[in-house]
């Protein structure tokens, strides 16, 4: 039975670096949505004031990046009492935040890579020594690759920091996971098929995401099944200790050995017709149009 979802806002575009991505998935959703009948409306945080959502019972994220994946748009949904999809205000804030992420998954005992904390002060060459080549430096709040380096000779890293500083002020190298990038869904307590990525470029960069189309993606990922099922289980648990509830991603890496170190969590992943989370729920046997109205299903406060 199709539940009555009340007026529904699909918040999309925003001012994040992210906007363009962000009204693709939202054109999706938005169709997707009217196409099963529900009475959905866009709605561009950056163009209408929040005020204007007065009146919507239920909004549909689709924003990504700040002000929409950062806790800030799910904090006035709370103020406002209209129930929201995806995680809340604090699993939001922590999952934009890769280096707090990392913090929490130490303490909760799950494989994150190792990595240390930049400043100008760092010892650049024993960083380098203790992570290996290659490494990664990153900004620990940005995304979509933005301001993300990989580090492949011996004295790389100083460069690399003063460009990564360029994007952000806080700034993190990352030993290289090298064996395979990999990113699992999890809708409401459901951890969906494992998307292999296999990018053409040195690593999944902003590139490789938007811009090229021979990035391969294979789904379910050639794992053997135990694997999946731990792996599935541990994203599960990764994206629970940040708080996440409702739906989200979990991207991890696996090295040579096959031992696997999750990377980052999204909390409003992509929806466009290339995104990772539809092609995942396809493979369950969702289609675009029931995973929407699912998360939609999802959608609350608090
Ligand atoms: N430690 C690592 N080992 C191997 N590859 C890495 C590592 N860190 C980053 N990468 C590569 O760089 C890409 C971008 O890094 P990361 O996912 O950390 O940031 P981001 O994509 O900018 O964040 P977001 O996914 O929130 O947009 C990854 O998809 C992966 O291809
Ligand atoms: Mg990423």
């Known amino acids: 039975m199709k539940q009555d979802f009340g007026k529904v806002a699909v918040l999309m575009g925003g001012v994040s670096g992210e906007r363009e991505v962000s009204l693709n998935s939202g054109k999706g959703v938005l169709a ?95 960083v380098e020594k203790r992570l290996g080549l290659p490494l990664f430096v990153k900004p620990a709040r940005e995304g979509s690759s933005i301001g993300v380096f990989m580090v492949t000779q011996v004295g790389g890293l100083k460069d690399a920091f003063a460009a990564a500083r360029e994007h952000g002020s806080l700034i993190m190298a990352e030993k290289g996971v090298m064996g395979g990038e990999y990113t699992v869904a999890i809708l409401g307590d459901n951890a969906l098929p494992i998307v292999k990525i296999e990018p053409a470029t040195a690593f999944y960069d902003y590139e490789a995401k938007y811009l090229r189309d021979d990035t391969r993606y294979v789904c379910p990922a050639d794992l053997p099944a135990a694997k999946a ?74």
């Not at 996440?244 to 991890?252: E, I, K, Q």
């Open 229 to 302: 099922a731990e792996i599935q289980c541990g994203a599960k648990k990764a994206f629970q200790a940040i708080g996440g509830a409702g739906w989200g991603r979990v991207d991890f890496l696996m090295d040579d050995a096959g031992k696997h170190y999750f990377l980052e969590v999204n909390t409003a992943p992509g929806m466009t017709s290339h995104s990772l989370a539809p092609m995942s729920a396809r493979q369950a046997g969702l289609s675009f149009e029931a995973l929407c109205l699912k998360i939609l299903a999802g959608a609350r406060l608090g």
């Open 32 to 126: 997707a949505l009217r196409g099963q009948g529900v009475d959905a409306h866009a709605f561009d945080p950056a163009e209408e004031p929040l005020d204007a959502l007065k009146g919507f019972k239920r909004v549909f994220i689709a924003l990504h990046g700040g002000y929409g994946e950062d806790g800030a748009i799910q904090g006035a949904l709370e103020i406002m009492g209209i129930p929201y999809t995806g995680p809340g205000v604090m699993a939001s804030a922590i999952g934009m935040d890769k280096f707090r992420t990392k913090l929490i998954w130490q303490a909760a005992g799950l494989p994150t890579p190792d990595y240390v904390l930049l400043d100008e002060d760092s010892d650049f060459a024993a």
